[in-house]
T-cell receptor, first 116, second 110 residues
Framework: AQKITQTQPGMFVQEKEAVTLDCTYD???????LFWYKQPSSGEMIFLIY??????QNATEGRYSLNFQKARKSANLVISASQLGDSAMYFC?????????????FGAGTRLAVHP | ETGVTQSPTHLIKTRGQQVTLRCSSQ?????VSWYQQALGQGPQFIFQ???????GRGNFPPRFSGLQFPNYSSELNVNALELDDSALYLC?????????FGSGTRLTVV
């Protein structure tokens, strides 16, 4: 079965600094997709970035980049130039294809606090 | 384009009661998934609806059921509520693998 592991329950970062949130995954499927979502206190899951297993380059979306190391099965999120509004829960997720449908498998999340 | 809207935002129910949660999908999306997020955990997949039929289900008992309507909106029904059903229930609409989530319904069972 596929599994996502986020080992950092909480992280602190100074405003304007960069921070890396860790994510490791386990799957036997050669084709998979990895996602990062941000969940503020309002509850909504906000899509940040996507990396496909066959993508040759690491994904980037503005201040977000994904450090994809396929051999190590890791997909760490890097947030550059942190802002106070980045304080939230962050979830790593993997797309699982089962019985002809797609679903997301989530990790336990990392709570990020950005300090001024 | 409109996003995913869920109602109500908060709900308090008594153990043994039944509850219905509602979700309107994003324009252009034909698939709706429901997730349960217990406090301090990541979301867990409940089930998915496509063309008004359930086409995928996670490890949840039959008292969790759903519907999808012709306009792709959806309902999640939970019968015989238990204390452990207290959670944030998230709805996500999608076309392929472009999930858009709503803000969720926070259900408290007392």
């Amino acid at each position: 079965a596929q599994k996502i592991t986020q080992t950092q329950p909480g992280m602190f970062v100074q405003e304007k600094e960069a921070v890396t949130l860790d994510c490791t995954y386990d799957t036997s499927d050669p084709s998979y997709g990895l996602f990062w979502y941000k969940q503020p206190s309002s509850g909504e899951m906000i899509f940040l970035i996507y990396q496909g297993s066959y993508d040759q380059q690491n994904a980037t979306e503005g201040r977000y980049s994904l450090n994809f190391q396929k051999a190590r099965k890791s997909a760490n999120l890097v947030i550059s130039a942190s802002q106070l509004g980045d304080s939230a829960m962050y979830f790593c997720a993997m797309r699982e294809v089962s019985g002809g449908y797609n679903k997301l498998i989530f990790g336990a999340g990392t709570r990020l606090a950005v300090h001024p | 384009e409109t996003g995913v809207t869920q109602s109500p935002t908060h709900l308090i129910k008594t153990r043994g009661q039944q509850v219905t949660l509602r979700c309107s999908s994003q324009s252009g999306h034909n698939t709706v998934s429901w997730y349960q997020q217990a406090l301090g955990q990541g979301p867990q997949f409940i089930f998915q609806y496509y063309r008004e039929e359930e086409n995928g289900r996670g490890n949840f008992p039959p008292r969790f059921s759903g519907l999808q309507f012709p306009n792709y909106s959806s309902e999640l029904n939970v019968n015989a509520l238990e204390l452990d059903d207290s959670a944030l229930y998230l709805c996500a609409s999608s076309l392929v693998q472009d999930w858009t989530f709503g803000s969720g319904t926070r259900l408290t069972v007392v």
